[in-house]
């Protein structure tokens, strides 16, 4: 695994990207696919009555999806932005889930979970920001009860060594911290940590063909209605940004991928 190409930093999402990527992928959602990926990455695994931790909440949009669509007895979210976790928490009171959900804002390090403590870690393409994956995934079976699940999407990389030139570009519009590893990586990072029953699934074509239906209607039928929310030049930075994700999307270089994993009982 190389290092991040920056610190992990909490604020990375500001008002005008949180406001492009709902538009792309709705309400309270910062990560692709929005409800229908949240319900494809979790058909192998049931959670009613479970308590969830979710690692990265965000908005928590999510985290009302948990319980309401999925069933979810509790669900803890954890995030280091304290604005996200301002409107995840208001999300939540809308919702009138108050004692179901909970979100708490956390610092770098340990998840502020008790040993054994929760049925599922979730978390939705948020830990690539997180830089040491072998510690995470220790912590994630700290966590988790004995037959406990880890389910997750990641961005994961094609291949090892330095990143190409379109890689790098993509990393600089995107503007986000970036901690990749290999599929192969990961599987042996997750063994490593205790995990047994260990699946990776491919989300790569299908994500491909999804950013460039939302590259093309960020380019047509979307931009005037951006331009008048966020900005012409910021409009014009995103159309860039989807544009070099397509490219290493096409190259192989960008895998987005689901994990699951089980702590052994």
């Known amino acids: 695994m190389?290092?991040?190409?920056?610190?992990?930093q909490s604020g990375e999402y500001d008002e005008g990207m949180q406001a492009l990527l709902q538009h792309v992928w709705g309400d309270g959602f910062l990560s692709p696919g929005g409800a229908d990926e949240v319900a494809r990455l979790l058909e192998d695994v049931d959670l009613r009555g479970r308590r969830v931790?979710?690692?990265?909440?965000?908005?928590?949009?999510?985290?009302v999806l948990l319980v309401t669509r999925h069933g979810a007895a509790q669900v803890m979210g954890i995030d280091l932005d304290a604005g996200?976790?301002?409107?995840?928490?208001?999300?939540?009171?809308?919702?009138?889930?108050?004692?179901?959900?909970?979100?708490?804002?956390?610092l770098p390090g340990p998840l502020d979970?008790?040993?054994?403590s929760v049925d599922v870690v979730?978390?939705?393409?948020?830990?690539?920001?997180?830089?040491?994956?072998?510690?995470?995934?220790?912590?994630?079976?700290?966590?988790?009860?004995p037959g406990g699940w880890l389910i997750a999407s990641d961005w994961l990389?094609?291949?090892t060594g330095a990143y190409s030139a379109q890689m790098q570009?993509?990393?600089?519009?995107?503007?986000?911290?970036y901690n990749m590893a290999s599929p192969e990586e990961t599987r042996v990072a997750l063994a490593a940590a205790g995990f047994s029953d260990i699946k990776l699934r491919d989300r790569s074509t299908w994500y491909q063909e999804l950013a460039r239906r939302e590259h093309a209607a960020l380019s047509g039928e979307w931009r005037e209605t951006l331009i008048a929310r966020i900005g012409e030049a910021r409009t014009a930075h995103f159309i860039a940004n989807w544009r070099q994700l397509v490219t290493v999307l096409e190259r192989g270089e960008l895998l987005p991928t689901h994990l699951l994993a089980r702590r052994g009982r």
Do not use: N, W
Not at 113 to 116: P, T
Not at 170 to 175: D, Q
């Open 84 to 106: 996200l976790i301002a409107k995840a928490r208001a999300r939540v009171a809308a919702a009138g889930l108050a004692q179901r959900i909970q979100a708490r804002v956390v």
């Open 122 to 145: 979730f978390s939705k393409d948020s830990m690539v920001q997180i830089p040491d994956k072998a510690a995470l995934f220790a912590e994630c079976h700290r966590v988790l009860k």
């Open 169 to 177: 570009e993509y990393f600089r519009l995107e503007g986000l911290t």
């Open 2 to 8: 190389e290092p991040a190409e920056r610190p992990a």
């Open 113 to 116: 979970c008790a040993d054994q």
């Open 53 to 63: 931790l979710d690692v990265g909440c965000g908005l928590g949009a999510v985290d």
């Open 157 to 159: 990389r094609g291949g």
